[in-house]
């Protein structure tokens, strides 16, 4: 294979422009008028060449709950979003917490060729919280697992929790905890808070996931090992990470799209569209999260992407399932929330979206960037477009979106993945040319 690409005058996030020339997956020449002889060519005048996004926290649902998404669907939506690859949470049916399991959801992600597909693995047989799962064979698997969570729950065992960090040790694994403390949370509905004892719904308090990430990041120095905390979504988390860093603590911290830019004051709608674990926060919050992404605390952005079938939205408050799609507007609401607010450059997005993402989940080439020699993965956004975010938008399965009929600015124009297109001219690329190419690409 020698399909050559040339991307015709982006702007990198330095500000500078440049021609992209691609061959065989990989950024090989970067310079003015580049040509190549039978190169396919992109038009990319006035568009930002970011490097391909990388998520730390995806929920694709495959295998079990192929009704809300696939890996097929949920790396489209990816690809729609500028991602070009993903870490898939481990809460499917079965749980991923045996190498089979992995290698599965790693082949499925090979196939559909959309997105790299790394598999996160459980720290607990089952998510069960009481005994540890195979983690040394997941990481020795062919889909060499090097991010372990149970996410949707907490390993709230002090214990099993020293164990999963001292076993993660010897291969430079990562335990991603979610951080909620489920004895101060049963019942929880919502943030804890003046809007909760308003609405009367059971309150979820902001110690229940401090209080959590305060005794990880101690175990985390105890045992000398790293830990990731998801979705960070009070100021006091911010907090407590920041003085774990400055103590030299080896701990990386995540915040949403969602908790950049939406607080509590949406619940009062009842829409279940806003429902989502951790929940919404103040306003305070936001601001705090926002700071600290600014100020290095916090590493990155995860979209904690969480499909849920109509029936499981469409509902009460108290009914409903926890979480929202978000894969297709991250960068959208990154934008909106941080770069439009002055928070963060456009430098700064590249590394809170690919770089560090890329480096806590030990994804090799993909931490380098929009540079000569590395996998040709971008992705080419135009930073002035503005439009209300719709249904049709959405790419993957499930339709639980909290956008939806809100303007959001920015939009994805192409996605370049290992050197061929997902996403052209904002329409994703069809699934036989893009596994042909993926196939091709893996030789
Ligand atoms: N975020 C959510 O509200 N839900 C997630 C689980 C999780 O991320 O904790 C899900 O799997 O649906
Ligand atoms: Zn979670
Ligand atoms: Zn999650």
Redesign the pocket.
Known sequence: MNESLIVRGAALVDGSRTDLLVRDGVIVEMGHALSASGATVIDADGLLALPGLVDL?T?LREPGFEQSETVLTGSQAAAAGGFTAVHA?A?TSPVADTAGVVEQVASLGDAAGYATVRPVGAVTVGLRGESLAEIRAMASSRAAVRVFSD???CVSDALLMRRALEYVKAFDGVIAQ?AQEPRLTEGAQMNEGVVSGELGLAGWPAVAEEAIIARDVLLAEHVGSRVHI??LSTAGSVEVVRWAKSRGIAVTAEVTPHHLLLDEELVRSYDARY????PLRRAEDVMALRAGLADGTIDIVAT?H?P?PVEDKDCEWGAA????VGLETALSVVQASTVETGHLAWTDVARVLSSAPAAIGRLGGYARGVVVGAPANITLYDTAARSVFSTPDLRGKSTNSPYLGRELPGRVVTTIHNGYATVLDGALVDPETVARAAGAHRG
């Open positions: 926290h929920h949470m809460n996410d949707g729950k979610h998801c979705h429902k989502v674990n951790p904690d969480a849920h399932a926890f979480g929202m």
